[in-house]
């Protein structure tokens, strides 16, 4: 039962950060949905699922402000036996993410759709 559980909390979660209207007042100079990140404060892959306006740095820029859905880091708990640490969500500061442009963005509605299926 625990695994049903985790499974339809990870579909809630999916489902509550894909936007689902095309008339989002997406930032023209964020990078596109779907684009594969690293957050530099967590130090672990992600994926952009939104991106808004913040606040305004010092010489009167407007700052984007990304939502990133960051992965599972298996690494870090390979050799120690520890669970490992939950997809976390996560708004971070454009100066605080790597964008690796040279991939091609996720689909977030096919990975939301994957995410659905039962693992087993």
């Known amino acids: 039962m625990e695994d049903t559980d985790s499974i339809d909390r990870l579909r809630q979660m999916i489902d509550s950060i894909i936007p689902t209207r095309t ?37 009167k820029k407007k700052i984007i402000i990304y939502t990133v859905m960051l992965f599972a880091d298996h690494k870090k708990t390979m050799y120690t036996g520890r669970l490992p ?3 976390l969500v996560m708004n971070e500061y454009e100066y605080d993410i790597i964008a690796y442009l040279m991939l091609p963005p996720l689909d977030l509605e096919r990975l939301a759709k994957f995410i659905k299926e039962p693992l087993l």
Request: proline content about 5%; aromatic content about 8%; cysteine-free.
């Open 23 to 59: 008339d989002l007042a997406y930032p023209k100079e964020a990078v596109a949905l779907g684009t594969i990140v690293r957050s530099i404060p967590e130090d672990r892959l992600g994926v952009v699922v939104d991106a808004y306006y913040g606040d305004v740095d010092k010489d």
């Open 85 to 87: 640490d939950s997809i």
